[in-house]
């Protein structure tokens, strides 16, 4: 991966990190930390959840694919997860949209 693959790779989980903070009310993001993948030369992004005393961890890539998590994560907080990275991708694809229309 080259210097410039990684830090796009660093700044959309940065991104997604943030719209993940601010759409996720009911759970609180405690943690995170990039991690390296060296099978598979990605940047991940390690995502510490916690709800009253419970915490859960969820990894993700720059893709939004989940790549690993608690085996006990709440359901709502993964579905959360997936619908504000869907939609992230349909914002996207909206300004393109309105972007050819030029």
């Known amino acids: 991966m080259t210097s410039e693959d990684r830090g796009i790779q660093i ?9 993940l ?3 996720i ?11 390296h993948d060296e099978e598979e030369d990605d940047i991940l992004k390690a995502l510490w959840w916690s709800q009253g005393n ?5 990894v993700m ?13 709440p359901s709502d907080l993964l579905i959360q997860m997936h619908n504000t990275y869907a939609a992230i991708m349909q914002a996207g ?4 949209d309105d972007e050819g229309e030029l």
């Open 25 to 35: 009310a009911n759970f609180s993001l405690d943690k995170t930390e990039d991690i």
């Open 61 to 73: 890539d720059a893709l939004g694919y989940i790549r690993a998590a608690s085996s006990d994560a």
């Open 21 to 23: 903070q601010e759409q």
């Open 93 to 96: 694809r909206d300004q393109e």
């Open 54 to 58: 419970d915490e859960w961890f969820v």
């Open 11 to 19: 700044d959309c989980l940065r991104c997604l990190e943030i719209a």
